[in-house]
């Protein structure tokens, strides 16, 4: 009866632990850290929370003025001295050049299950404009001059862009991502690339592209299990692969590293 009892006990626990990071996977918390990323909180300022130097880098824990709770996570030579000049929440233009801040080497940061480890990162990967339906096909092609008209329309539909990596079953290593996909005839995303080992072994098993809704339509791509093909920016291929998730499972480490000797685990944005 005791063994019976420990048993059905045990299936329960599990079965709550599997609800749990089911809810919270990358395809159901991806919506909600675009929305922070891409709507930023620009009339609130921002404030270091705080600063350690971890082997020869400084990771920066950033909130907002006010409260006590981690948004944001840099990566830095040096420490940051500013925040609210130093990074840019949103762009700005330099004769119509995006212009992203003097530090580009951070994102914001989430502890989706509450542990006090960071296990999700929408960290910056660039600038570029974002195609839809309403950006003609006569656009001009990557190279082409650009009229006035043309470069209001590049300005408006310019964004900073966010890369999303994700450890869905909480063993401090990433195995989920969302990434952009650049036009091949323009410096534009044209959509997202998801791409993610259910099985946690580094081998992708689902994968997909998709333009609008990460719940939304879905377009086949071709791919293997230890290569994901896409276009980054600035670049003619590039390709996700076992070695690329375990550079953003080092990066997660270092910030993890910052969260513990900052006693920050209780601050992180959940889930």
Known sequence: MKNIFLSALLITLL????QASEKNDITRFYPKAESIAYYPKIEKSLKIICQKKIDNLWVSFIGYNGRNEIVIAAVTNDMIQNPNKEIYR???FDEGSPMLGKVTTWGYVFDRNKDGKIDYLALVDGAAPF????VPESYPARGQKLNRNDLELYINKCKIIFNHWADDNYDDKIDAVVHVDIDPL????????FARCTKFNNRFNDVFAFKNKISGEHEKID???VKVP??????????????VLQRQTDILYMINRAVKECNAGKTLVGG
């Open 15 to 18: 079965g709550t632990v599997t």
């Open 90 to 92: 949103i762009l700005d």
């Open 131 to 134: 195609l839809d339906n309403r």
């Open 186 to 193: 323009r410096d534009w995303v044209r959509r997202k690339i």
């Open 223 to 225: 791919y293997t299990s």
């Open 230 to 243: 896409y276009r980054p920016l600035g670049s003619i291929s590039g390709w996700i692969t076992k070695d």
